[in-house]
């Protein structure tokens, strides 16, 4: 079973409520929103695999695609000193993903939780919320309610916003 089975698979058990769509390769941000679904009332998110130096900290931080990234800022939210970019093979060896694909459904591939999950505060809004279900190839649109009620919980982490 694919990654992309395994989440949408997960979904269903749990009853959540979404749409799927099914596209193109959408590498950046700027093709998430090219996407023909993209409307003013959802919000795509960009989301960030972080690690401090040792590599013994690691954060899934989710936040909006045209907020500027400040690691310094991040790291002292996080209460984490010299938070960086976890390198790729991370990503592969923690989540079973790939580049490109990171979403915090993702997390369900993590069950000894070594991910943090955190959030900007900013990604909560009106509408509805946009994730690939960890492929690049498909989109999945929650209402919000819908994604901080029940999706949220589902993972696992206990999300930290800053």
């Keep these: 079973m694919t990654t992309k089975e395994t989440i949408m698979n997960?979904?269903?058990a749990l009853s959540v409520p979404h749409e799927?769509?099914?596209?193109?390769p959408a590498n950046t941000m700027?093709?998430?929103l090219a996407l023909p679904y993209a409307a003013p009332d959802v919000?795509?998110?960009k989301n960030l695999l972080l690690c401090n130096t040792p590599k013994t900290a690691f954060y899934l931080y989710v936040t909006l695609p045209d907020k500027p990234f400040r690691t310094s800022d991040v790291s002292k939210r996080l209460g984490s000193s010299r938070l960086s970019f976890a390198p790729a093979e991370c990503l592969s060896q923690m989540l079973h993903l790939e580049p490109g694909s990171l979403s915090p459904l993702g997390l369900w591939f993590d069950p000894e939780k070594r991910i943090r999950l955190a959030f900007d505060r900013d990604v909560q809004?009106?509408?509805?919320i946009a994730f690939h279900p960890c492929d690049n190839t498909a989109t999945v649109l929650f209402d919000?309610?819908?994604?901080?009620?029940q999706v949220v919980p589902a993972l696992g982490h206990e999300?930290?916003?800053i």
């Design 20 to 24: 799927y769509h099914e596209h193109a």
């Design 10 to 12: 997960h979904l269903r």
């Design 30 to 32: 700027e093709d998430c």
């Design 159 to 161: 999300p930290v916003f």
């Design 144 to 149: 919000q309610r819908v994604f901080w009620e």
């Design 43 to 45: 919000t795509f998110c």
């Design 125 to 128: 809004r009106p509408g509805r």
